[in-house]
């Protein structure tokens, strides 16, 4: 009995000592069903996701809301300021939802690239034509749809595992803080804190 109350405290000490060491990057609202990526979290899953994206040349939070992305394709930048407003949880994959809060802006050395832009933006009024972008990705008006497959997101399988499938998840990002509202509370319980570890702490 000795033993297993030893390894019991053991246990729940490493939990605390997970639970202290991810408060700096994220804190929530059991009774206002919220999760808040802090600053600090969001910083580092931009830097994950600038490393993964071989076009993504840049993404940070802006300092009000959002993010500004910087993309590089063929030569051209392009310039897009969104913010997360809304993800589903699907079994196989996620569907999400940004809203553009601004018109995207494009750049080039090119002088040929710039004749181009400029023509695309007076005859096709700036609008992306059909079959440019990837199958995954959608765009009607200010609003972006788009899926991926659910086991290339390990912080949403490590945050939200146990949610049912369908579950709906409401985003804002302001100040760099990302704000997650969901359907459920949540507790610490709910977390793999294990994962959560390994994610802030890649080998």
């Known amino acids: 009995m000795g033993v297993f109350n030893k390894i019991t405290a053991t246990f729940q000490e490493s939990r605390q000592f997970i639970k202290k060491s991810l408060e700096e990057y994220i804190m929530f609202s059991s009774e206002a069903k919220q999760l808040t990526l802090k600053n600090k979290m969001v910083l580092l899953l931009c830097q994950q996701a600038i490393s993964r994206v071989e076009q993504l040349k840049s993404l ?63 005859f096709l009024g700036g609008k992306i034509p059909n079959g440019t972008l990837p199958k995954e990705v959608k765009i009607e008006n200010d609003k972006v749809y788009y899926t991926l497959p659910r ?31 969901t359907s459920v509370a949540l507790s610490w319980n709910n977390f793999k804190l294990q994962n959560l570890l390994q994610l802030l702490n890649p080998k």
């Open 151 to 181: 086991n290339q997101l390990q912080l949403l399988d490590s945050l939200f595992h146990n949610l049912e499938t369908g579950s709906a998840l409401i985003t804002n990002l302001k100040q760099g803080d990302l704000t997650i509202e």
């Open 60 to 122: 940070e939070p802006d300092s009000e809301e959002g993010l500004i992305a910087t993309i590089e394709y063929n030569k051209i930048q392009v310039k897009l300021h969104f913010t997360p407003e809304k993800i589903t949880l699907h079994e196989d994959c996620i569907a999400g939802e940004l809203r553009l809060l601004k018109q995207p802006e494009f750049d080039t050395e090119s002088i040929i690239y710039r004749y181009l832009i400029a023509g695309w933006k007076t």
